[in-house]
């Protein structure tokens, strides 16, 4: 690749405005020296140029011209077709705005090639997962391993049996276990906290803290506590905080309204219609068909159009 055109003019490149220029698509591999190596000469050093301009940054054809010295507007104008048909590009209208109702004319550049159902799917506001479904393990890892023969002295001996853990307690038999650090008038038995367990869960379900929880529970105690399983069942029931009030869920935003345009002449279309970005002419696809009738037909047409006049005379 010739390295004097990707230094281009030295001055700030010149922007779009606001709104309109390239924009990155998404989920790109990191840069690499070699991103570009598949494309010829012209393509990659218009690929490299543009892959280093920031967002919003002018990129039509006129603006690349005057920035690369060495491609004039018709060469640069091919290699941006070329760079569609490759799947480094796009031109879109998109619709932005608060109310979406003004349209933007941007270019969303990757420097990772993309399949024309990729960029469909993206137009239509999802970004398809490029990953594989399946992945093919190491054949290093995945081959068998042959049977070795173990030394009666390194046979492995039977593993010492390994104590029972403890079970681990809940958030809310914890809450009230350690009530009587609070206050001791309120300090629960092992089998009180098990049988108050599910009351306390209702609490914490509810957003009560730990410290909120010891808070209002202990708040206000009479002098003498003769049943505190019995008073924490009968305080856990009447002082219930009210469920929290949940907050109506927004709305998902709505899919960006994009329309493709052919990146040769800008000529709007769906992106089946326009594989490769480019429409039918752009791409030289043009049927054999003539677009009208033929001479001879023309003559056979005029011919009958006389004789009916001649004959209504």
Not at 102 to 130: E, I, K, M
Not at 148 to 154: A, F, G
Not at 169 to 175: H, I, L, Q
Not at 210 to 231: C, E, K, Q
């Amino acid at each position: 690749m010739a390295t004097a055109n990707l230094i281009g003019d030295p001055r700030p490149p010149a922007m779009a405005s606001p709104g309109y220029g390239k924009r990155p698509a998404p989920d790109q591999a990191p840069r690499r020296r070699d991103d570009f190596a598949h494309l010829p000469e012209r393509e990659a050093c218009i690929a490299s140029h543009i892959d280093r301009l920031p967002d919003g940054a002018a990129i039509d054809t006129k603006t690349l011209a005057a920035t690369l010295p060495a491609y004039g507007q018709q060469a640069v104008r091919s290699g941006l077709n070329a760079l569609s048909h490759a799947g480094h590009l796009r031109r879109v209208r998109e619709q932005v705005g608060e109310g979406r109702t003004q349209w933007v004319f941007r270019t969303y550049f990757s420097r990772t090639p993309r399949g024309d159902a990729w960029w469909a799917c993206f137009l239509a506001g999802d970004v398809p997962n490029d990953a594989p479904d399946d992945v093919v393990d190491s054949p290093v890892a995945a081959a068998p391993r042959l049977p070795t023969e173990v030394h009666p002295d390194e046979r492995p001996r039977p593993a010492r049996p390994v104590p029972t853990a403890r079970p681990l307690r809940s958030d809310a038999y914890e809450a009230l276990a350690t009530l009587g650090g609070t206050d001791a008038r309120l300090t629960l038995s092992a089998a009180e906290c098990a049988a108050l367990e599910g009351l306390a869960a209702q609490w914490l379900a509810r957003g009560v803290t730990p410290s909120d929880f010891a808070r209002i529970l202990t708040a206000g105690l009479p002098d003498v506590v003769h049943s505190p399983g019995a008073l924490t069942r009968k305080r856990l029931i009447d002082k219930l905080p009210p469920e929290p009030v949940r907050s109506p869920q927004a709305a998902a935003p709505a899919a960006p309204r994009r329309l493709m345009e052919c990146t040769g002449c800008r000529t709007p279309g769906r992106p089946e219609a326009l594989p490769g970005g480019l429409c039918r002419p752009c791409r030289g696809d043009l049927s054999d068909e003539p677009l009208g009738p033929t001479e001879a037909e023309i003559h056979s047409r005029v011919e009958r159009l006389r004789a009916a006049v001649r004959a209504a005379r």
